[in-house]
């Protein structure tokens, strides 16, 4: 029976010091989402210069919050592996003079067991997550969304947040039509065709502290951060990206009609999808893609 014993501890010692870590990641990412609303209220709204420097320092704190988590756990699965290859020896020299032993199948079963007890209870704590989300905004928007891309045979196409989401989502699409056009690529030339076309893009962007139109040098500021940042892209860039492109862009939106830039052109047009709602600082876009049920019956 000690044999049972000197298997059976290591394994809940790790599972226990399992459950423990990913409460205290829980708990870290409460606290940092609540620091990042604390950020959100700090900055008015209607100052984009601010904004977007706010959504680059979140986008990194929620990386490398994930970056630490993954490597947490890394950690913790490589010294539970190794601790269980030094208990596995030690029982097996002191099971060699042991009779009567209880057969490994029971073991390996009592090992199931208990893992499967453990994903039950995180599937519970996702649903319970899930279940408290029903009535918020993302969730409704979500809703929203989906029953129109349906109604197109479409679905949401994920882009990261990290401050490039606008340019990712043109990059996605654009690889629909076999064009290969890098985020790097497309920040470079937005910004170069919005230099070239001033008159067009200045009467557009104020100063968020004194209300007036940007001065040559502050615009020549906007176009450098474009390029050298991840400054979140919005409505200007996306007329810029549609001239450079020669393509219409349609922005799908839950509450809206869709907005289409580049209406001029005849090409097929890039579609995005516009959420106000999607993470902590709300607005982020996303691309698409065709139903998997309607792309299957296309190609049949």
């Known amino acids: 029976m000690e044999s049972v014993t000197a298997e059976e501890l290591p394994e809940e010692e790790e599972e226990e010091e399992q459950e423990q870590l990913l409460k205290r990641h829980r708990k870290e990412k409460k606290e940092l989402q609540a620091k990042i609303q604390s950020m959100k209220n700090a900055v008015p709204k209607n100052d984009k210069k601010r904004r977007k420097q706010l959504i680059e320092d979140v986008a990194k ?16 699965k490589l010294t539970s592996h190794a ?4 208990d596995s ?21 009592k090992r199931r067991e208990k893992k499967a007890a453990l994903e039950k209870e995180r599937e519970e704590r996702i649903a319970e997550a899930e279940i408290e989300n029903l009535s918020g905004a993302r ?7 989906a ?23 043109i990059e996605d699409q654009l690889k629909e039509q076999e064009c290969l056009l890098t985020v ?3 920040r470079s030339q937005t910004a170069e065709y919005m230099q070239n076309h001033v008159e067009d893009f200045l009467p557009f962007l104020t100063n968020p502290n004194t209300g007036d139109i940007y001065t040559p040098e502050e615009f020549g500021k906007y176009c450098d951060d474009i390029v050298n940042t991840a400054a ?15 393509t219409p862009i349609e922005v799908i939106q839950a509450d809206s009609p869709p907005i289409v830039v580049g209406e001029e052109y005849s090409n097929k047009p890039l579609t995005l999808i516009y959420m106000r709602h999607a993470y902590g600082l709300g607005e982020h876009y996303n691309s698409v893609k065709q139903l998997m049920d309607s792309a299957t019956e296309n190609g049949s």
Do not use: F
């Open 61 to 76: 704190l929620e990386g490398e919050m994930e970056q630490k988590h993954r490597e947490e756990l890394e950690h913790l």
């Open 83 to 86: 601790k269980n290859k030094i």
């Open 89 to 109: 020896v030690v029982v097996n020299i002191a099971c060699l003079d042991i009779e009567n032993q209880q057969p490994r199948i029971s073991k390996a079963q």
């Open 139 to 145: 969730h409704l928007e979500n809703q929203k969304l």
């Open 147 to 169: 029953r129109i891309l349906a109604a197109r045979h479409l679905e949401i196409k994920q882009i990261p947040s990290d401050g490039h989401c606008m340019y990712r989502a």
């Open 184 to 186: 790097a690529t497309l």
């Open 232 to 246: 979140w892209g919005g409505q200007l860039e996306l007329r810029a990206l549609s001239h450079i492109l020669q």
